[in-house]
């Protein structure tokens, strides 16, 4: 089973995606800031991040992940009022924009899922799929 950690502070969209990923094999880990993210990220090394881009250390926090060799491929989720910025100014592997559909997360994540880990190998693919 895939982990994925979701660092959102706002409990209606965590709910949301917890509601999206989980029945579909997943398991969701939700946190609310980055240094709850770091620790669950260290005692539960995650396949995927998605990170709230409203939080104020969010950018540190992508990149953190992104700095991480082999490790888990990100999402910034980024509220549509933001704007449109490339996946790689976020140091993000995709961008998800709020609000989203439950078949557009889902999308995205299962994409990632299936080009496996960032150094490179294969990877399950939900069951969804």
């Given at each position: 089973?895939?982990?994925?950690?979701?660092?959102?502070?706002?409990?209606?969209?965590?709910?949301?995606?917890?509601?999206?990923?989980?029945?579909?094999?997943?398991s969701i880990s939700v946190v609310g800031d980055r240094g709850?993210?770091?620790?669950?990220?260290?005692?539960?090394?995650?396949?995927?991040?998605?990170?709230?881009?409203?939080?104020?250390?969010?950018?540190?926090?992508?990149?953190?992940?992104?700095?991480?060799?082999?490790?888990?491929?990100?999402?910034?989720?980024?509220?549509?009022?933001?704007?449109?910025?490339?996946?790689?100014?976020?140091?993000?592997?995709?961008?998800?924009?709020?609000?989203?559909?439950?078949?557009?997360?889902?999308?995205?994540?299962?994409?990632?899922?299936?080009?496996?880990?960032?150094?490179?190998?294969?990877?399950?693919?939900?069951?969804?799929?």
């Amino acid at each position: 089973m895939s982990m994925i950690l979701v660092v959102e502070p706002d409990p209606a969209f965590a709910e949301r995606i917890t509601t999206a990923l989980e029945p579909h094999g997943l398991s969701i880990s939700v946190v609310g800031d980055r240094g709850a993210a770091l620790e669950g990220a260290a005692a539960r090394p995650p396949r995927l991040v998605l990170v709230d881009s409203g939080l104020p250390e969010a950018e540190e926090l992508l990149a953190a992940f992104a700095a991480r060799g082999g490790g888990p491929g990100a999402i910034a989720l980024v509220p549509a009022w933001a704007g449109s910025r490339a996946a790689a100014d976020y140091q993000a592997d995709a961008i998800v924009t709020k609000p989203f559909s439950d078949d557009d997360l889902r999308a995205t994540v299962t994409r990632l899922l299936e080009q496996g880990p960032a150094t490179g190998g294969t990877a399950s693919p939900p069951a969804w799929m």
